[in-house]
């Protein structure tokens, strides 16, 4: 579909200031012009136009953490294990829920049976209304550690083997899990985080020897003193990053996608769902840790992009307004929390035709009925949002 945003204030992804009274033309899914609304050329009777007065034009979100096999809310968890077809079934819907919220490019970092390799497959043939999506496979994970529907690893050469199998299974990146022993799965005499230094360098190593970027899980004080160390491109959630840590990470050039909305959701189904005393009071600490963790990296300079969690925690899909706006909470400014979903991510993700809009570009875009620079919570007033050129929401 080629169509013109009229008179729209524009955000380009950059840092750049909005730019009043501009006009967007797209020509077979790409951007082709951009200019002030009173300088285009064109004949307004050979293409569809979209009126953007009083409106903001931004690009295309990006969501880096999701769990589209899963719906989130309160038993999240117990949701993994679901029949297959379910899984498969919700994950397409969910997808498309998360598409029309505004988010148009996303990394899937987790899902039995590969359930998000296929849904990417799908997604990028064009079969399913869905983001253009990053899928990691399936969890990797130290045997006795995380969840039971990962895949798991004894030794180095079995962690090699695992990330082999991701990569062939046609996994877009690698993920995985550094996590305390689970209940009385710990053997004497062994060390709290079995998933060591040791055993994550060999993870880095094997997963950028095959060019493949790798998500790094982290959310105790032992597994993010570890992952921040390592050299992996993202570490995940990070709520108990200490500045130590933080200053590795940007010695390192690690980016942080911090999940906020995970303990947010938490405190939510903690007041309305009646949880006990010792999971309100671990929702408490993670919103504290958190906050806490976020504002450091925001004064550290350490790389922030956004993610939300979704499915993989309490929160549910389509609401990454939310994720924003608890960065904001925190102390980042609102343009740099719209980059942190848009350009940030963009190069996270490893995307340079998307996340920002320039002439050339991918047109994958969306359109608000306000303005998120001055009030961030504008990105849940949704206009339109505009895939390669197609609306789809």
């Known amino acids: 579909m080629d169509f013109l945003v009229d008179e729209v204030q524009l955000w380009d992804g950059t840092d750049s200031p909005i730019q009043p009274r501009r006009s967007v033309e797209v020509r077979d899914g790409r951007i082709y012009w951009i200019g002030a ?54 994950a397409v819907e969910l997808a498309e829920t998360s598409l029309r919220s505004g988010v148009t490019t996303a990394r899937d970092v987790g899902a039995p049976h590969s359930v998000n390799i296929r849904l990417a497959q799908a997604a990028h ?130 980016y942080l996608v911090p999940t906020m909305s995970v303990w947010d959701a938490m405190l939510h189904y903690a007041r309305t769902v009646g949880w006990p005393e010792n999971r309100k009071k671990r929702a408490g600490d993670l919103r504290d840790s958190s906050r806490k963790a976020v504002s450091r990296a925001i004064t550290m300079g350490v790389r922030i992009a956004l993610g939300t969690d979704a499915g993989g925690g309490a929160a549910r899909h389509g609401r990454i307004a939310r994720e924003a706006e608890l960065m904001v909470e925190s102390g980042m400014d609102p343009r740099d929390a719209l980059m942190a979903g848009t350009s940030i991510a963009a190069k996270l993700i490893g995307e340079p035709d998307r996340g920002t809009i320039e002439k050339g570009k991918i047109a994958d875009l969306v359109l608000l009925d306000g303005n998120p620079l001055e009030n961030i919570s504008s990105l849940r007033l949704i206009a339109a949002v505009f895939q390669g050129g197609r609306r789809v929401g």
Request: net charge negative; with cysteine; proline share 7%.
């Open 37 to 90: 609304a009173s300088e285009w050329q064109g004949n307004r009777s050979n293409v569809r136009v979209i009126d953007g007065r009083a409106r903001t034009l931004i690009p295309g979100l990006m969501d880096c953490h999701v769990h589209y096999s899963s719906p989130g809310g309160p038993d999240w968890i117990a949701r993994f294990t679901d029949p297959l077809p379910e899984l498969t079934i919700r």
């Open 125 to 254: 043939a064009g079969e399913i209304r869905a983001p253009n999506i990053h899928a990691a496979g399936t969890w990797i994970a130290h045997r006795g550690t995380y969840v039971a529907f990962a895949r798991h690893f004894g030794e180095s050469g079995e962690l090699r083997a695992a990330i082999k199998a991701e990569i062939e299974a046609g996994a877009d990146l690698i993920k995985v899990a550094l996590a305390p022993w689970n209940e009385n799965a710990r053997p004497e005499n062994s060390p709290e985080i079995p998933f060591d230094d040791k055993l994550l360098a060999v993870a880095v190593e094997e997963a950028h020897r095959a060019k493949f970027k790798i998500a790094c899980h982290a959310n105790d004080p032992a597994s993010c003193h570890i992952a921040a160390r390592a050299g992996v491109d993202s570490l995940e959630h990070g709520m108990f990053l200490e500045p130590a840590d933080l200053q590795a990470m940007t010695n390192n050039g690690t």
